[in-house]
């Protein structure tokens, strides 16, 4: 039986739903000279720019953004396929900072479990959130994103796929069936 694609999110849904997690990020963070935005590798990174972008632009703020790899700091590499890590870059440190964490979809939490041990290899925030665009449960870890793109129930062998412009090409948002 061939997969069925649904689109779940389109481009002009994509791009609205990021004005409204800026707007959410805004509104938890008064003071926006504190927040620092670190995208997860792959996809979270750009996901994080976009957000800095939209935070500019309805604040006048720039926001620092960084990237940050887990592969090393994963639990479970030795049953995951892995890719060669990428550099993590962080732009300052993040001793009292607000960090939003950046990833494009949530499923069992262990790949937010490794950006949270690697988070504290450079330094200390202040408070730690999480943002992404997609929830789709099936949660192994007590892990809650305090923001959220969109709340999608999916059955375990269903798939979630993201594509953004930078660097698929295109943005929207798919589940695949079967």
């Known amino acids: 039986m061939a997969a069925q694609i649904i ?15 800026a707007s959410q990020v805004i509104e938890k963070n008064s003071d926006l000279s504190e927040l620092v935005l670190l995208g997860i590798y792959t996809r979270g990174v750009p996901l994080a720019h ?29 049953r995951i396929k892995t890719r060669t890590p990428a550099k993590t870059k962080i732009p300052l ?16 939490g262990r790949t937010i479990r490794a950006a949270l041990n690697a988070v504290t290899e450079y330094g200390r925030p202040q408070v730690i959130r999480l943002l992404t665009l997609v ?21 375990a062998e269903e798939q979630v796929k993201v594509y953004l412009q930078d660097p698929d090409g295109r943005d929207t948002v798919e589940l695949i069936k079967g």
């Open 7 to 21: 689109e779940i999110l389109s481009p002009e849904e994509i791009r609205r739903t990021l004005t409204r997690l």
């Open 50 to 78: 976009q957000l800095a972008q939209q935070i500019e632009m309805l604040e006048q703020v720039k926001v620092p953004v960084g990237a940050i790899d887990v592969t090393l700091y994963r639990d479970d590499l030795k």
């Open 93 to 108: 440190s993040l001793t009292g900072k607000r960090v939003v964490l950046v990833d494009d979809v949530i499923y069992k």
């Open 135 to 155: 929830d789709r449960g099936h949660r192994e870890l007590p892990i809650h994103p305090d923001f959220v793109g969109k709340i999608l129930p999916t059955a």
